[in-house]
């Protein structure tokens, strides 16, 4: 989301499209991050009706029968529809990830997808191992002085 004549914009990333009613709100809630983003980009100078957004993400990233990312897909586009403001670009959905960086002055995304999502969940719960330079040695009993 970016004000292009105030030069200033920012991205966020939630989890969970709905919110809870504790009084600190949460980020990883979409309705949260969303209003805090848009108020924050306005204390920078941005003006409501300048803002545009582009919508990436909304991948289906674990084989269940709950598909999390559709739904933070239909919040993200009920919001800006709601909200009033120019959608510019769409990528939403699939199986891929996504890896981008967001330059807020004009706008402009570069998109990468990642792996698909079932290889990136089975990295996220195998078990990792330190490099041997940065395992620990087992302690063998002697005392070193310095």
Not at 62 to 69: A, C, F, L, Q
Not at 85 to 101: I, P, T, Y
Not at 104 to 124: H, K, N, S, T, Y
Request: hydrophobic content about 40%.
């Amino acid at each position: 989301m970016w004000d292009e004549d105030a030069g200033v914009g920012g991205i966020n990333h939630f989890l969970i499209p709905g919110g809870d009613d504790s009084p600190s709100g949460g980020l990883s809630y979409g309705v949260n991050a969303m209003e805090l983003l848009v108020n924050g980009l306005i204390r920078k100078g941005a003006r409501r009706e300048r803002l545009k957004v582009k919508l990436l993400g909304g991948a289906k990233m674990r084989d269940s029968k709950i598909d999390i990312g559709a739904s933070n897909a239909r919040f993200a586009k009920w919001f800006v529809q709601n909200e009033g403001f120019e959608l510019v670009d769409c990528c939403l959905g699939g199986r891929q990830g996504r890896s981008l960086r967001f330059w807020p002055v004009g706008g402009r995304i570069q998109l990468r997808f990642m792996a698909d999502a079932r290889a990136v969940a089975a990295e996220e719960i195998a078990p990792r191992t330190l490099p041997a330079s940065r395992q620990r040695e087992e302690p063998s009993g002697d005392v070193q002085l310095f």
